[in-house]
């Protein structure tokens, strides 16, 4: 029997039908798209059962000739609007996994596939991934933009009712389009997030809030090559940059994805008159002031949505219009006109700079010297852990690998890879040392320390909304592994570490692979991590990211019950019979029916059955959104 090709990326869209002349909803389906090496193939979905529907097309990649993000519909139907959640989330009748408002084509040659992501992550995810397995050179379009909608299309976007076939008739009688190399470069302009200091003699210095110019195509990656307004070029990390134009996020009172809850405790704890805080409201689109006044010594707090004109001007109060939402702020902060107090005092999350993907571009080797070790944080499978300070400064994480415990010649070739994947909910690996013994491994540092400890002392404190954000934080790291196609094969609540402010992220990917440890690598060892493991990871070793998706609904059970040993009445032997019989770990008391249903469909005896990460995310943020 043929077995199915393992996919690559799996993902919900809608699917604009390739039939119709006139556009309707109907003509929009939800469907599965599935990508192989050599195709996409779209299917029907059961929202219900979790599964995989009848096969309805698919598309060769061979015959693909380009694919390109769309610049968004004007006056779109609600299901394909930005939604911003918060606070108004309870009152919006369309959840997130209803909504598709980041569109892209496929363009073959029996037609374009106009397909509408759910967020800009995926989207940036399929179009790279299409242009990897296709090959870059193969594809006569250029690197994909960050920030579509501010940049026009390579390709002439097709126009909603305009039927797709007429307009690939057209095109496809005229020749290609010129090569990059004689059309116009597009000067692409990113401004910085956070101050940014070189680390290593490659680096330019970021200032927050100034301009760069890209100088080559380097997005996705996590360094940057770019020129400043003095024309000195360097390297930049990829996550202090934006392409967007004045973005908000320099601003010290923008916190764009603060809820109004959080912001309702920040502006209490600072408990100062006229202190207020700007974030993306749950309308598309729109921002929301919140502001902090006292009366007779009690505070009280309003929120006010920042209005638009039809010409796009903004105002609080519609006698004050603004072209631009810092200029609104700033006359505020002068003049309370009609708010319950003038914006005195802007109130921030303290929002950090994330880490970078190393200690500057291309210094994977850290010189010992440079670290001082404090204390200790505990013990792992490659040995001591301590935390301490690179240069005094950066607190950092010090794995001192054991001797003996990893082939070390292998690990140091792998990790320049490593250091190379970089996403909020990854611990961040920031070096090796490896020119002494033992050998150090540097990352980033979680104050929190490990999920486990911190599910079971914090449980009284932790409500379902952290418990889902905990999940959701995991699934999105592990979305990112799978869309780079690495494996984490030990995924569990013991390898995920907690941050200062709560949030998840997942350590250790990959490194199982590196253990020289027969109890712990073996499937009949006494360390391998049988609770964790898919039947096939049991039966034949058989470790895919659909493996680390029954882990990861392991690892939600383990947060459900704050910590839990998942089948704690059985031994090992056991565990294997009863999976094998298809029994699975029972629902936790706090996790609903439509929580379980996610872990559920994680325990699928098989692997194909299972959900990739992108649709069990979607699914989390929907039970969020409804909580
Ligand atoms: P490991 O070798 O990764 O299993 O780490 C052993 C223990 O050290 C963990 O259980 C944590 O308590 C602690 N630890 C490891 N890495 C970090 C880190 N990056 N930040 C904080 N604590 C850590």
């Given at each position: ?81 930005i939604l911003h959640r918060e606070e108004f989330a309870d009152t919006e009748q369309i959840s997130i ?149 004045d973005p908000l996020e320099i601003y010290e009172w923008y916190s764009k994805n603060m809820t109004r809850s959080s912001a309702e405790d920040l502006l209490r704890r600072e408990d100062k008159e006229g202190g207020f805080i700007v974030r993306d409201s749950s309308k598309a689109g729109k921002y929301t002031v919140s502001v902090y006044a006292k009366s007779s010594g009690e505070g009280f707090i309003r929120h006010y949505v920042v209005c638009e004109t039809?010409?796009n001007q903004y105002y609080l109060a519609e006698k004050h219009v603004f072209s631009t939402i810092p200029e609104l702020i700033t006359y505020h902060q002068y003049n309370a006109a009609g708010l319950i107090s003038r914006l005195k005092y802007p109130v921030c999350s303290g929002r950090s ?105 914090f449980?009284a404190r932790l409500s379902q909304g952290d418990l889902l954000s905990m999940?959701s ?26 941050a200062e402010d709560g949030a ?117 943020l929907?039970i969020m959104e409804d909580l």
């Amino acid at each position: 029997m043929a077995t199915a090709a393992p996919s690559i990326l799996e993902s919900i869209f809608l699917k604009r039908s390739q039939q119709k002349r006139k556009t309707s909803p109907l003509n929009y389906k939800k469907r599965l798209f599935v990508l192989t090496e050599q195709k996409i193939t779209y299917y029907e979905y059961d929202f219900e059962r979790g599964r995989r529907g009848s096969k309805k097309g698919f598309v060769d990649l061979e015959k693909v000739i380009c694919v390109e993000c769309v610049e968004p519909e004007e006056n779109p139907p609600p299901e394909r609007q930005i939604l911003h959640r918060e606070e108004f989330a309870d009152t919006e009748q369309i959840s997130i996994i209803e909504r598709f408002p980041y569109p892209f084509q496929i363009v073959y040659d029996d037609g374009p596939l106009y397909v509408f992501a759910p967020t800009e992550d995926l989207r940036r995810r399929w179009i790279n991934q299409l242009k990897l397995s296709k090959g870059r050179s193969e594809l006569y379009t250029l690197p994909f933009w960050p920030h579509p909608h501010k940049l026009r299309p390579r390709v002439k976007p097709m126009k909603f009712g305009v039927d797709a076939k007429d307009e690939m008739e057209a095109k496809s009688a005229k020749p290609l389009p010129p090569t990059p190399s004689t059309s116009a470069p597009t000067v692409c302009k990113v401004v910085a997030l956070y101050d940014f200091t070189p680390i290593s003699g490659q680096d330019l210095p970021l200032c927050k809030g100034e301009e760069y110019v890209l100088l080559d195509e380097g997005s996705g990656q996590p360094w940057l090559r770019a020129r400043n307004k003095n024309g000195q070029e360097g390297y930049i990390p990829g996550n202090y940059v934006t392409e967007a134009k004045d973005p908000l996020e320099i601003y010290e009172w923008y916190s764009k994805n603060m809820t109004r809850s959080s912001a309702e405790d920040l502006l209490r704890r600072e408990d100062k008159e006229g202190g207020f805080i700007v974030r993306d409201s749950s309308k598309a689109g729109k921002y929301t002031v919140s502001v902090y006044a006292k009366s007779s010594g009690e505070g009280f707090i309003r929120h006010y949505v920042v209005c638009e004109t039809s010409v796009n001007q903004y105002y609080l109060a519609e006698k004050h219009v603004f072209s631009t939402i810092p200029e609104l702020i700033t006359y505020h902060q002068y003049n309370a006109a009609g708010l319950i107090s003038r914006l005195k005092y802007p109130v921030c999350s303290g929002r950090s700079a994330p880490s970078t993907a190393g200690l500057g571009y291309g210094s994977w080797e850290i010189d010992p010297k440079d670290l001082t070790f404090l204390k200790e944080l505990g013990t792992g499978q490659f040995g001591v852990v301590k935390y301490g300070k690179w240069r005094g400064q950066l607190e950092v994480a010090i794995k001192m690998v054991k001797e003996g415990s990893m082939p070390e010649d292998e690990f140091i070739n792998e990790a320049q890879c490593m250091m190379k994947l970089s996403h909020e909910n990854l611990v961040q690996l920031y070096g090796v040392c490896t020119k002494q013994r033992p050998i150090f491994i540097i990352t980033e540092y979680l104050s929190n320390g490990c999920l486990l400890t911190y599910l079971k002392e914090f449980r009284a404190r932790l409500s379902q909304g952290d418990l889902l954000s905990m999940c959701s934080d995991v699934c999105s790291a592990m979305s990112y592994l799978e869309s780079k196609q690495v494996l984490h094969r030990d995924l569990a609540a013991r390898n995920c570490l907690v941050a200062e402010d709560g949030a998840v992220k997942v350590s250790d990917f990959g490194l199982s692979r590196y253990v020289l440890d027969d109890e712990y690598t073996s499937s009949l060892g006494s360390k391998f991590p049988i609770r964790w493991s898919a039947a096939e990871v049991l039966l034949y070793s058989k470790f895919s990211s659909k493996s680390d998706v029954w882990s990861f609904g392991v690892l939600m059970w383990e947060v459900f019950t704050f910590g839990k040993m998942p089948y704690e009445r059985f031994n090992n032997s056991e565990i294997v019979e009863q999976i094998m019989k298809g029994v699975r770990l029972y629902r936790p008391q706090l996790a609903t029916e439509r929580v379980y249903n996610v872990m559920l469909t994680c325990w699928a005896e098989k692997a194909e059955d299972r959900p990739a990460f992108p649709i069990i995310q979607a699914a989390i943020l929907e039970i969020m959104e409804d909580l």
